[in-house]
């Protein structure tokens, strides 16, 4: 028995190496393991198991926040793309501003002004929404679940200006910004579907995943 | 997906199993190749509990002793699946190759 005690002492001593919530969840488990793969007789830790043990608790320390689950991988990696889907629309309204301008200054003068809120709000919308992407994707990635929340709040918002605009204006749009506009309302939709599937949730709220 | 990983989602593929039932799953699996040892396997369930592959299953004292249980989740299943699909189609391809005549037989 005090083989048994003095071994289970010196398994105690490397599984303090582990983070303290692993510990206080699964050191007697690990223990019993330790003791049920111990060799008959044995009263001090191998070295080989010293390795295997203090490997796992390093590799625990130095990446501590949980590994991403696939849906929130996707979600992360789908919200950087609307940001580059923002970047791809800004850029497209400098580059044709001046063309466009012109071309509705020669047809029809009278949506000059229509045109230009268009294209000013564009140029300080879109920066915004871009930063909002990448800073919801950022955060989404380290499973805050705040983030969680306003990514919905955002796409909701999204889809009630989408619908809003189609209904108020829609002979003035032309299909490339309806294009545009729903390949983004699209990208935000499979996003939020991807963090809010019950894998995702476990992520966000480990908590529940390991009551 | 390393091979620790596969082997420890294999030994859950057909039902529950306790941290020490996995180690004696997994050398039966590999023919007494792979030895997993606890801190290997702990570090491993805990990310693959995290990633929602595997999950609690109960737990139980025994001879004063914790002993917690695993299984699949319907996702570690479908990852399971999908890697031993990959795998297979890896495999065969090999074995086509290496020997042509055989490979009938052998898919």
Known sequence: MSDTAALERGYRRILAWYPRSFRAENEDEVLAVLLATAAEGQTRVSPAEAWDLLRGATRMRLWPVAPRPRSVRAAVRLMLAGAVAELAGLITVLVTSGAVRAAVAARDPAAMHALMVHQVSAMVGCPIAIGLWVWLASANGKGKDWARMLSGACFGVCTLTVLGLLAQHAATHAPADVIAAAVVWAIGLASVVLIFTPAAGRYYRPELARG | ?107
């Open chain 2, 1 to 107: 997906m390393q091979e620790a990983t596969f082997l420890i989602l294999t030994a859950l593929a057909d039902g529950t199993q306790h941290g020490y039932g996995i180690i004696t799953e997994v050398a039966q699996i590999s023919s007494d190749r792979v030895k997993l040892r606890a801190g290997t396997l702990y570090t491993a369930l805990d990310r693959l509990r995290a990633e929602g592959l595997v999950a609690v299953d109960g737990e139980e004292v025994v001879e004063g002793r914790l002993r917690r249980y695993y299984r699949l989740t319907p996702e570690g299943t479908k990852v399971l699946a999908d890697e031993a699909a990959r795998l297979h189609e890896n495999a065969t391809a090999a074995l086509t190759r290496l020997r042509p005549g055989l490979a009938g037989g052998l898919a």
